[in-house]
């Protein structure tokens, strides 16, 4: 019979063989997968044929033994502790910025590449903010956690980043109109509770259905709430342009599945609105849906489930030059969190930045 030595030694010769040929089979570790974003992380990987050789599912204590589906197989969930000394090549994270805090650098300190969906590395002036089809250039093989943008500032930036290429963008004003699925399980339950006429433990501090609420994370001593400050501090740095004045409302609505956005940008160069079509056609991961006549618009019921950003509505702002309105919708649970991670990871292994992990398991 084998030892567990040589077993590990015979992973560790497939493995290298493989990446020989460029196919870099994973270890994948998803941490948070029994959460709404974590399940679509799986569900993205298997969609996208992702090279998952081992897929290690992660979550809280109390999830410890569940069982989740990847590619018509169940595997066990496991602690966090047991999923590290497994040295995972890649590690997406999805279970809230303290948990990310304390165990994404354990996972990095092992070899682990981590691309993070909380806020708690995005503002850090070492750790990239990545939207693939903005700023993926800036990944380097030094880069061992890697933060995944706000769900809402990820669509705003794959729409306007072509239009900033052409024009350079001076200011943007945007408000938002954000599905309760970006909160989580809890507001998914309070809709759908409110609606049935139900009481229920609330995810929100008033009722959401047959209503909007002007609240999304926690007020702060600007009068901003941490969501609109988000969009601003984010937009900038994916950018790569401090000087884009962003100012932000941030709005809940009753809708189960796919933000919304209304975007006005003020741009340093005038348009054309031809060229403009033009330039949303050929951007990836835009899909332009705007022919008002024929009532073709984006709106979030159309967008679940897809990973593309829909932009439409386009019109110039009669009331000062060089201005452009838009509505830009996506799916917040794919592009907004889970696509947009798995996005990342392919283009580290594209590039021969994600790796097999060779160093033996504990």
């Known amino acids: 019979m084998f030892s567990l030595r040589c077993l590990f030694e015979a992973e560790g010769f497939f493995r290298m063989f493989a990446a020989c040929f460029n196919v870099c089979p994973m270890k994948v570790a998803v941490v948070g997968a029994t959460g709404l974003v974590g399940s679509k992380m799986l569900q993205v990987l ?20 569940r069982f989740v589906r990847f590619s018509g197989k169940r595997h066990r ?10 040295r995972p090549d890649l590690a997406l994270f999805s279970a809230g910025g303290s948990t990310s805090k304390t165990w994404a650098p354990a996972f990095a300190e092992v070899g682990t590449i981590v691309v993070d969906n909380s806020s708690a590395w995005r503002m850090e002036p070492d750790k990239k903010l990545v939207v693939p089809e903005v700023n993926a250039h800036v990944l380097t093989e030094n880069d061992r956690i890697i933060a995944n943008p706000n769900c809402s500032t990820i669509q705003m ?12 963008i001076r200011r943007i004003v945007v408000s938002t109109y954000q599905a309760v699925t970006g909160t989580g399980v809890r507001a998914v339950e309070q809709l759908l509770s409110e609606r049935r006429g139900k009481s229920t433990h609330r995810a929100y501090p008033h009722p959401i259905d047959l209503n909007v609420l002007p609240h999304i994370d926690v007020f702060l001593d600007n009068g901003y709430t941490k969501e609109e400050m988000k969009m601003v501090l984010e937009t900038q740095k994916i950018m790569g342009d401090a000087n884009i004045r962003v100012t932000a409302t941030t709005v809940r609505v009753p809708v ?3 933000h919304s956005e209304s975007v006005n940008v003020e741009f340093e160069r005038d348009f054309d609105l031809s060229e403009v079509r033009h330039l949303l056609r050929q951007a990836p991961g835009v899909v332009l849906v705007d022919d008002p006549a024929q009532n073709q618009y984006p709106m979030p019921l159309y967008a679940q489930d897809k990973d593309d950003v829909f932009v439409g ?22 592009k907004g969190a ?8 392919e283009y580290l292994n594209q590039r021969g930045i994600l790796k097999p992990n060779t160093a033996k398991p504990n």
């Open 46 to 65: 298997e969609e996208r044929r992702f090279p998952v050789s081992q897929l290690i599912p992660v979550a809280s204590e109390r999830s410890v033994g």
């Open 157 to 168: 930036v794959v729409a306007l980043k072509p239009l900033h290429d052409h024009y350079h």
């Open 256 to 258: 189960l599945g796919g």
């Open 313 to 334: 509505r386009l019109r110039r702002d009669e009331s000062q030059p060089r201005t452009l309105n838009l509505w830009i919708v996506a799916d917040n649970l794919r």
């Open 338 to 345: 889970a696509t947009n991670a798995v996005q990342i990871a």
């Open 77 to 86: 969930v496991m602690g966090v502790q047991d999923a590290i000394a497994l």
